[in-house]
């Protein structure tokens, strides 16, 4: 799929507030300065309002947030950083899997690259009405102990990881897993 827009936010700033759009060139042109006329004005050569574009914002082009942007990128950019990222995320899902697996509790951890989500089902996730019949109920109580030892998730919501996460982070995942799993499913 190739969009015909693409916006960031978030993560484009490394967790500054900061977002940027890109896209096909003659969308990305209507507002482009071209041939000498204002960066408030596009399409037509004269410059009425219709024709103006108002971009601004209380960080529009701040140096602080475009310079923790452009390091984030840079970083994200080399391949070893990557690599190793995908493989920290890789290792903690096949670690829960079989902690969880030892508990005879059914579950999936389904994603791709560093994001992921944990699915307690033992059938194959195809559609929203699959994972409609996974078991919330359980996987609630299990994020919500999570969260009293000491690892925050949101309540049934994905895993993100990130190149800030050591192996110890990820041990430590891993136990209150297994403490969770202890209380809410022994």
Do not use: C, W
């Not at 967790?15 to 896209?23: K, T």
């Not at 475009?66 to 990222?85: F, H, P, Q, R, S």
């Not at 999936?108 to 996730?125: A, D, E, H, Y």
């Amino acid at each position: 799929m190739k969009p015909d827009l693409t916006a960031l936010g978030k993560v484009l700033g490394g967790g500054f507030p900061v977002g940027a759009v890109g896209g096909k060139e003659e969308i990305m042109m209507v507002s482009a300065p071209a041939q000498g006329r204002d960066i408030l004005t596009a399409g037509k050569s004269e410059n009425s309002k219709q024709d103006a574009l108002f971009h601004s914002g209380t960080y529009n082009g701040h140096p602080t947030i475009l310079a923790a942007g452009l390091a984030a990128i840079k970083l994200l950019e080399k391949e070893e950083t990557m690599k190793d990222l995908f493989h920290q995320t890789e290792n903690l899902r096949e670690e829960l899997e079989k902690l969880y697996e030892s508990f005879d509790v059914p579950m999936k951890t389904l994603g791709m690259g560093s994001i992921f989500n944990i699915v307690l089902t033992r059938q194959p996730i195809k559609n929203y009405r699959d994972m409609q019949k996974s078991d919330g109920s359980l996987r609630k109580k299990i994020d919500y102990e999570l969260l009293n030892q000491g690892i925050y998730i949101k309540p049934m919501n994905r895993y993100s990881m990130s190149i800030m996460h050591s192996d110890e982070d990820l041990e430590k995942t891993v136990a209150a897993h297994r403490e969770a799993l202890k209380k809410t499913v022994s």
